[in-house]
């Protein structure tokens, strides 16, 4: 099952397999939420993504300055940022 966490390793997130689909994003809000030229954009259901935050730290960021007008939700870690 692939895994991954935050640099502080308080937030952890596990899905059931590798995506099918991912590209990558050269918008002005994804190269700035990323702090780089591109950001990678898995493509999975919501449900399949399971995020364990037992310290409560996660934080959501409601990203509403896009070209198409809708919000992205972006989720990050309120201890290290990522």
Not at 41 to 63: A, C, E, M, W
Not at 64 to 77: A, L, Q, Y
Request: proline share 6%; aromatic share 4%; net charge positive.
């Amino acid at each position: 099952m692939p895994e991954g966490h935050c640099n502080c390793k308080s937030i952890r997130v596990t899905i059931p397999e590798l995506p099918k689909h991912s590209s990558l994003c050269y918008c002005s809000n994804c190269k700035r939420a990323g702090s780089s030229a591109f950001s990678i954009v898995h493509v999975l259901p919501t449900s399949s993504v399971s995020i364990h935050d037992p310290n409560g730290v996660l934080k959501s960021y409601r990203d509403g300055d896009t070209r198409s007008g809708n919000v992205i939700v972006r989720k990050f870690c309120g201890e290290c940022g990522r």
